[in-house]
């Protein structure tokens, strides 16, 4: 099946932090990506922005550099990795200071769309803003692209909001959560609401429970300083899981819209009833054979961060009452996955001898790796000899039903900056979702940082702390395999 390419407006993109990680591993790949794709607009420029001293030359090898590395070897093309870096300009900037302003202003050109992302450091943030306003750089049609994280709690997610509103429109701030770009978390969108099949049985009545799991292979490397003052909770449940629950759990939205559906999901948010303390479990993982602990690793032996967490949130609607979410998350865990997985109930009575240790239906939305979804059904296995049972997966993988491989399948940040340029919102956070779900986490952060409780230890490797199990085990369930 062949992807639709809508072409978008002329746009002149400036990366703010373009020498930065996130900039060479996938801004600036996904922008060559779509100059491949025939989307970007013959006239369209990236203008990067960053403190350090490069020459227009030193820029394009870097950049050159960084596709080689980032870019799947089947979508190297040297004549368009040319023509991409040709679109390439480099300005010094100090995000602080007053060099690089003036020539910004002036590489801007008129009648294009001016969009500004923010790839720096979060303490940036609100300075950018200000001089974008301070120097007279935006108009109308700007907008800016606003990095994670976005705040550390509630009050400062909103003073940075306060800040953004008194320079831009909110229809102007693109709050980037990459986990919204992904191809299967749009997919479960289309699941639910473009087939009937699934929403009538998409509450308490038919679904037990669902499982959340975002969980990484490496630990914290490089990142342990910034990473210890952050920890799972503020780094991905704050953000990533609870969009990822937001949309598994919202209404359907009467139009599929920025504001129809960002209001479905806030409205998941204050629905959430406050934690208990006993549905958390936070985990720090231990030394491995190499001595390499998440205290060695962030450089803080006392460290009490934890690069674990897994919780239970219950939702007081009509929709979800009696079904709890379980949420986990976590660094150095036996395999690096991401999935939501809807666990329906069993059914009322069974007939079959043979069917206790079933699992039942469970529908899988696979973020990461081998993005796709998979339904598993109970069937009669295949022979004579009575009725035995047996479980097969109905899979959809996305690879196998699209007819492409793994390196033509869009990257989320590919999708969301031509959003961005489209001036297109739905999926990126408004302000008053983010601070909604500040104002959820923030008493738990609080209490643990009250208690002084130490996070519990599990083995690198492993599926995460004992009593992260005991969590669902009490409930009579089971976390599924990290595989
Ligand atoms: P980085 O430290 O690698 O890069 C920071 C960039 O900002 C560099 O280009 C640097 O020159 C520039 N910079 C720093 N101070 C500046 C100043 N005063 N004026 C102008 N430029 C300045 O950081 P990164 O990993 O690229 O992350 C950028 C942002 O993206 C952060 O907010 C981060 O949390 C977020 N993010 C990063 C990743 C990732 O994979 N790297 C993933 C998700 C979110």
Same mark, same amino acid.
């Given at each position: 099946?062949?992807?639709?390419? *809508? ?7 400036? *990366? ?36 350090? !001293? ?8 870097? *950049? ?9 070897? $089947? ?35 008129? &009648? ?21 306003? $301070? ?36 229809? +102007? ?6 986990? #919204?770009?992904?191809?299967?978390? +749009? ?23 669902? +499982? ?50 960002? !209001? ?14 006993? !549905? ?10 190499? &001595? ?16 674990? *967490?897994?919780?239970?949130?219950? #939702?007081? =609607? ?44 469970? #529908? ?5 790796? !081998? ?55 739905? #999926? ?34 492993? =599926? ?20």
């Amino acid at each position: 099946m062949v992807a639709q390419t *809508i072409p978008v407006d002329d746009f002149d993109l400036v *990366i703010i932090g373009g020498t930065g990680d996130l900039a060479k591993r996938k801004i600036l790949p996904s922008l060559y990506r779509r100059v491949c794709a025939g989307q970007m607009p013959e006239n369209a420029r990236i203008i990067a922005a960053a403190r350090s !001293d490069f020459s227009q030359q030193d820029y394009k090898d870097f *950049i050159r550099q960084a596709l080689e590395d980032f870019v799947k070897s $089947k979508k190297r093309n040297k004549k368009k990795i040319e023509t991409f870096l040709e679109r390439l300009t480099y300005i010094k900037l100090d995000a602080t200071g007053i060099e690089g302003w003036k020539e910004l202003s002036q590489s801007l050109r008129a &009648g294009a769309v001016h969009a500004f992302y923010f790839s720096v450091g979060p303490s940036l943030f609100a300075p950018l803003a200000e001089r974008l306003m $301070k120097h007279k750089i935006t108009d109308e049609n700007t907008r800016i692209v606003v990095e994670k994280p976005f705040g550390r709690d509630l009050a400062s997610a909103q003073s940075l909001n306060a800040v953004l509103a008194r320079c831009f429109r909110e229809d +102007q701030i693109f709050r980037i959560d990459h986990y #919204l770009g992904k191809e299967t978390v +749009q997919n479960l969108m289309a699941l639910r609401f473009a087939n009937a099949l699934f929403e009538p049985l998409w509450n308490s009545q038919h679904i037990d429970h669902v +499982q959340i799991t975002v969980s990484e292979s490496l630990g914290v490397e490089g990142r342990g300083a910034y990473y210890d003052k952050s920890g799972a909770m503020r780094d991905m449940m704050q953000n990533h899981l609870m969009q990822l629950f937001c949309l598994t759990a919202m209404e359907p939205p009467a139009v599929f819209d920025a504001a129809s559906v960002r !209001d479905e999901k806030l409205k998941v948010i204050k629905a959430l009833d406050p934690i208990l303390e006993g !549905d958390m479990v936070r985990g720090q993982y231990r030394s491995d054979e190499n &001595g390499d602990s998440y205290q060695n690793e962030s450089g803080n032996p006392a460290s009490t961060t934890e690069s674990y *967490i897994a919780l239970k949130a219950n #939702l007081s =609607n009509w929709r979800w009452v009696g079904t709890p979410f379980y949420l986990r998350t976590g660094k150095k865990l036996r395999n690096r996955m991401s999935e939501i997985a809807i666990v329906f109930k069993d059914p009322p009575h069974s007939i079959f001898e043979d069917s206790q240790d079933l699992k039942g239906n469970v #529908l899988t939305i696979r973020l990461q790796p !081998d993005e796709g979804i998979n339904l598993s059904m109970t069937i009669k296995e295949p022979g004579p000899g009575g009725m035995r049972l047996t479980e097969v997966p109905l899979d959809m993988s996305f690879a196998d039903a699209l007819g492409e491989d793994e390196a033509d399948m869009p990257d989320a940040y590919e999708r969301l900056i031509m959003d961005v340029i489209r001036g297109n919102q739905t #999926l990126f956070m408004r302000g008053d979702e983010v601070e909604a779900a500040w104002a959820w986490v923030d008493p738990i952060i609080k209490a643990w940082e009250k208690s002084g409780a130490k996070p519990a230890q599990y083995d690198p490797g492993s =599926n995460g702390p004992d009593d992260s199990l005991m969590l669902l085990h009490k409930d009579g369930r089971r976390w599924r395999e990290i595989t």
